[in-house]
Nanobody, 116 residues
Framework: QVQLVESGGGLVQAGGSLRLSCEAS????????MAWYRQAPGKTRELAGW???????NYADSVKGRFSISRDSAKKSMFLQMNNLKPEDTAIYYC??????????WGQGTQVTVSS
């Protein structure tokens, strides 16, 4: 079992920055992938980006160049640095963990609101 807790969401003006955190606990063995998803009102959940246990990252085109994912292996934490935020980035952001058991684990989500 893996538990995920996100934090760091809030209200920010367009062009601003936010840093989200995801703290993982439980049984975590490599290899694994941790990811950030987001769900805007009235839309389906979409993948924003991910990071592997080896440190490789990949991003959706919509956030590439503005968002950056990193990990603190010792603290089992993942971060999402969001810069140059746009109103269309407004969504609930979810942390996701996919491990060797191929089960998806989700956090409760954190709200990000970008005002124009």
């Amino acid at each position: 079992q893996v538990q995920l807790v996100e934090s760091g969401g809030g209200l920010v003006q367009a062009g601003g920055s936010l840093r989200l955190s995801c703290e993982a606990s439980g049984t975590i063995s490599s290899p694994f992938t941790m990811a950030w998803y987001r769900q805007a009102p009235g839309k389906t959940r979409e993948l924003a980006g991910w990071i592997t246990s080896g440190g490789s990252t990949n991003y959706a085109d919509s956030v590439k160049g503005r968002f950056s994912i990193s990990r603190d292996s010792a603290k089992k934490s993942m971060f999402l640095q969001m810069n140059n935020l746009k109103p269309e980035d407004t969504a609930i952001y979810y942390c996701n963990f996919l491990g060797v058991d191929q089960r998806d684990y989700w956090g409760q989500g954190t709200q990000v609101t970008v005002s124009s």
